[in-house]
């Protein structure tokens, strides 16, 4: 893109200011730091030039948004012609608190919900088991039956707004339950949208919320992609999950590559089942998280386009310009978060905010500031969608289609950002013989996430404690007063509440249609056919979650027990 006359006009120049202009004023006052470096420690340079780029070739590296290889972003106009969907995190206690959530949301101006469920319904038990004890409406929302998705979305039109469901072992039944809402009411599957997180593998990496095996657990997440693709064509059946990944600890390239390769993995595991690529891919979505370094954020989510739309192009086969388009939902980054001196996080979650917004995401969760110590407050969730809607229609931030595009320094990270992460996807393809699925899974077997991710983790860790990372009120500018903030606190009668709704459903519901369609449920198991339509009959009879999971842990067995946890 540079004359190499030009370059080489530019090198000598800047040798000049070097020795001439910069390095008398160094000799006098020094630098702050020996080394400066994004959190996730890539080393950065004080300055950048034309020579830091000097190999990107526009058409094919950047070219304009809308089009390959989608850099610069996957519509045209991005936010000219609409803002990105600002989707709160929301879900406590029942499903009447959760839906009043939802409806002072929405009141707020917010444009898409998004669900957070509790321990119990996140591993597939009923409130009334007893591992759910203490544990009922915590977290997040207590769904057993059919009943509380009823309650959940009263008052909400389902067919006009999407709703992002945060749920992976039992992904697939809550995914049931809304399908057969829609039924219920009348609404077209094909006109209900949403996002479903369903992303199995990175639970074996990072998360670990698990109910059965690895392999059987990708059976299931496919069965829910077929599904998807033949009946629900608005909805999103997995949102292949960056976010936990980073949580856990990793670097901002291990996020990408983690989280690439588990989605390459889910479409070989379609493909393998005889579907075309271009007839699920376009419906396939991600999930990243949104750290400190800005710059370092904005090159991630600029590689992550350009990888994606190259590897499902050349090594997929995909057609269909859809299927090379990654899109993604964006979340602030939850570990940033301080207890002390809460109010600090509004200013860190704005700079998140806002690099998901330069980076191009097409949805965004502004975390809110007491999270470090309990559920967001409606205080702090108010101030947590203000924050987005002020970088909306205040900061100029959405003017303009990637701003950030041609800055030396982002495009010289986006290029380090496309080729560590590209290192990363080879090397778990060749240790799946060539097999993104199957080197995914031998790096699930092996422990081999884990390592990486706990190496990372530890390296950062270690930074923080020789204040070489600084956390603002936690190593450096820390103070002795009091800063706490009122938190919003569930009461225990939540669980006696919730006990009572279930103990009326299965008062009211016909047993033997129950029986029934469990029984089905475990013919379709034993003959390896898709779950889903058998679900949604399941979950239409009233059977709970904990029922229909246990059939799925009766035959492939509790994946605690098979690595020696139970």
């Avoid at 039956?145 to 006009?160: K, N, Q, S, V």
């Avoid at 706990?454 to 500018?477: F, H, L, M, P, T």
């Amino acid at each position: 893109m540079y004359d190499e006359d030009d370059l080489a006009e530019i090198r000598e120049s800047r040798d000049e200011w070097e020795s001439e202009t910069r390095d008398p004023l160094l000799d006098r006052h020094g630098e702050r730091k020996e080394r400066f470096a994004t959190v996730s420690n890539l080393q950065i340079d004080d300055l950048y030039t034309p020579n830091d780029v000097a190999d990107l070739d526009y058409e094919e590296d950047l070219g304009f948004p809308g089009e390959f290889p989608y850099t610069r972003g996957v519509y045209p106009t991005m936010y000219r012609g609409r803002t990105w969907t600002m989707r709160q995190f929301a879900g406590f206690g029942t499903a009447e608190e959760t839906n009043e959530r939802f409806h002072f949301l929405v009141e707020n101006g917010q444009t898409g919900l998004s669900t957070a469920f509790d321990m119990p319904s996140l591993m597939g038990k009923d409130s009334d088991d007893p591992l759910s004890d203490g544990e009922v409406g915590k977290e997040g929302v207590a769904v057993d039956t059919l009943r509380d998705m009823e309650i959940l979305f009263d008052g909400i039109d389902i067919g006009d707004v999407t709703t992002s469901f945060t749920i992976n072992p039992s992904a697939p039944v809550v995914y049931a339950m809304y399908v057969a809402l829609a039924d219920q009411r009348g609404v077209s599957r094909e006109q209900i949208g949403g996002t479903f997180q369903n992303d199995m593998l990175k639970e074996f990496i990072a998360q670990k919320e698990w109910v059965i095996p690895p392999e059987p657990s990708l059976k299931l997440v496919t069965d829910t992609v077929e599904f998807a693709a033949a009946e629900t064509p608005r909805i999103r059946p997995i949102s292949v999950s960056g976010y936990h990944i980073r949580e856990a600890g990793s670097t901002a390239v291990q996020e990408l590559a983690f989280t690439l390769a588990d989605g390459f993995a889910y479409v070989e595991d379609a493909v393998e089942r005889g579907m075309d690529v271009d007839e699920f891919a376009p419906q396939l979505s991600f999930f990243f998280n949104s750290h400190n370094s800005i710059f370092e954020e904005v090159a991630k989510f600029r590689a992550a386009r350009r990888i994606y739309a190259r590897v499902m192009d050349e090594w997929y086969g995909a057609e269909d310009e859809r299927s090379k388009q990654l899109k993604f939902h964006t979340q602030t980054a939850g570990q940033s978060l301080t207890a002390q001196q809460p109010l600090n996080n509004i200013v860190r979650v704005t700079i998140q905010a806002l690099a998901g917004v330069l980076g191009g995401t097409q949805s965004l969760h502004t975390n809110s500031f007491d999270e470090a110590m309990a559920l967001p407050s409606e205080e702090a969730v108010r101030v947590a969608l203000r924050t987005q809607q002020i970088i909306a229609e205040e900061s100029g931030a959405a003017d303009s289609v990637d701003p950030l595009a041609g800055s030396f320094m982002v495009e010289s990270l986006t290029d380090e950002v496309e080729a560590e992460t590209m290192a990363y996807i080879e090397e778990i393809k060749e240790m799946g013989d060539g097999s993104v699925r199957d080197g995914v899974l031998a790096g699930i077997e092996e422990g081999y996430f884990h390592r990486e991710i706990q190496d990372a983790s530890y390296e950062y860790q270690e930074r923080v404690e020789e204040g070489e990372e600084v956390v603002v009120g936690v190593n450096k500018y820390s103070s002795d007063e009091d800063t706490e903030t009122d938190l919003l606190h569930v009461s225990d009668e939540v669980q006696q509440r919730q006990l009572a709704r279930l103990d009326e459903v299965k008062a009211e519901r016909d047993d033997e249609a129950v029986e029934a369609a469990l029984d089905e449920l475990r013919e379709t198991i034993e003959n390896e056919e898709n779950v889903m339509p058998v679900l949604v009959d399941a979950v239409k009879a009233y059977a709970t979650m904990g029922e229909i999971m246990d059939v799925f842990e009766a035959k492939y067995g509790a994946y605690r027990e098979k690595i020696g946890l139970a």
